[in-house]
């Protein structure tokens, strides 16, 4: 059985992923953005080992969250769950100064990504709307753009799952993979959302823990079936575009295949 963190679970399908895991008979150490959610985390799933608190929106509440994450040890698997929506009517900035949907749904995952203890499995939660967009690097921060809360949201699900085959390549011992649970009614995705809510947790926690997908990386799924994600993605050009925009805006080095 493994040990697996998953950031943005103190509900939804974070959670969901979670309970699950749990059930099957992993430990799993859940994340929060605050001591209040993490409280709710733990008595939603009591079984849980632990519940790492920080808000993830900074880059140094992202680095706490490793920091605390590899102070548990390491894990076998990291599923990267938080994320905001495309519902941010104007462009919301953060202490980084980077638009706070880029900040939580891309430099997060980078950050833990290059923090934490290598696990032997990556899990990066996607959005079917990447498809829509193209890379944008010479706006990649929307200083120029007349703000766009769907297409800033598509972009950032776009360079989540260009980093998460950037992984795959530069570490071919790791497992990464990225996937689109679907819109489902979550709080995120509202109560509009019409796809299979039981469906949407049980890819990561296949690609996470299950061994029918051990030796799977680089692939793009939905309910535990490949699809073909955006084309920009498997571009190694554009893959090496973003993590050095990436080093440039966190000061943190991308981890080669060596030095790890």
């Given at each position: 059985?493994?040990?697996?963190?998953?950031?943005?679970?103190?509900?939804?399908?974070?959670?969901?992923?979670?309970?699950?895991?749990?059930?099957?008979?992993?430990s799993v150490v859940?994340?929060?953005?605050?001591?209040?959610?993490?409280?709710?985390?733990?008595?939603?799933?009591?079984?849980?080992?632990?519940?790492?608190?920080?808000?993830?929106?900074?880059?140094?509440?992202?680095?706490?969250?490793?920091?605390?994450?590899?102070?548990?040890?390491?894990?076998?698997?990291?599923?990267?769950?938080?994320?905001?929506?495309?519902?941010?009517?104007?462009?919301?900035?953060?202490?980084?100064?980077?638009?706070?949907?880029?900040?939580?749904?891309?430099?997060?995952?980078?950050?833990?990504?290059?923090?934490?203890?290598?696990?032997?499995?990556?899990?990066?939660?996607?959005?079917?709307?990447?498809?829509?967009?193209?890379?944008?690097?010479?706006?990649?921060?929307?200083?120029?753009?007349?703000?766009?809360?769907?297409?800033?949201?598509?972009?950032?699900?776009?360079?989540?799952?260009?980093?998460?085959?950037?992984?795959?390549?530069?570490?071919?011992?790791?497992?990464?993979?990225?996937?689109?649970?679907?819109?489902v009614q979550t709080?995120?995705?509202?109560?509009?959302?019409?796809?299979?809510?039981?469906?949407?947790?049980?890819?990561?926690?296949?690609?996470?823990?299950?061994?029918?997908?051990?030796?799977?990386?680089?692939?793009?799924?939905?309910?535990?079936?490949?699809?073909?994600?955006?084309?920009?993605?498997?571009?190694?050009?554009?893959?090496?575009?973003?993590?050095?925009?990436?080093?440039?805006?966190?000061?943190?080095?991308?981890?080669?295949?060596?030095?790890?």
């Open positions: 059985m493994g040990r697996i963190f998953i950031t943005g679970s103190s509900e939804g399908l974070g959670l969901m992923a979670g309970q699950l895991l749990v059930e099957q008979g992993h859940l994340h929060a953005r605050n001591a209040a959610r993490a409280s709710d985390a733990q008595a939603a799933l009591p079984a849980a080992e632990a519940v790492v608190t920080g808000d993830v929106a900074t880059i140094a509440g992202a680095r706490s969250v490793a920091e605390q994450a590899n102070n548990l040890g390491r894990f076998d698997a990291v599923i990267h769950n938080v994320a905001v929506g495309y519902r941010e009517p104007h462009r919301i900035e953060t202490e980084d100064g980077l638009p706070h949907v880029f900040a939580v749904n891309v430099v997060a995952p980078y950050v833990l990504t290059a923090l934490m203890k290598r696990p032997t499995r990556l899990v990066y939660l996607n959005s079917a709307l990447h498809r829509g967009v193209r890379a944008r690097f010479d706006d990649l921060l929307w200083e120029t753009r007349r703000w766009d809360g769907t297409e800033a949201y598509s972009e950032s699900k776009l360079y989540n799952a260009m980093f998460a085959f950037a992984v795959a390549r530069h570490w071919p011992d790791v497992l990464s993979n990225a996937l689109e649970p679907g819109w709080r995120m995705g509202g109560p509009s959302a019409n796809d299979d809510l039981e469906q949407a947790h049980l890819t990561q926690a296949w690609l996470a823990a299950d061994e029918a997908s051990a030796g799977i990386s680089g692939e793009y799924f939905y309910h535990m079936e490949r699809r073909s994600p955006n084309p920009d993605t498997r571009d190694p050009a554009l893959q090496e575009q973003l993590l050095s925009r990436c080093v440039e805006i966190t000061a943190i080095p991308f981890p080669s295949e060596i030095n790890r």
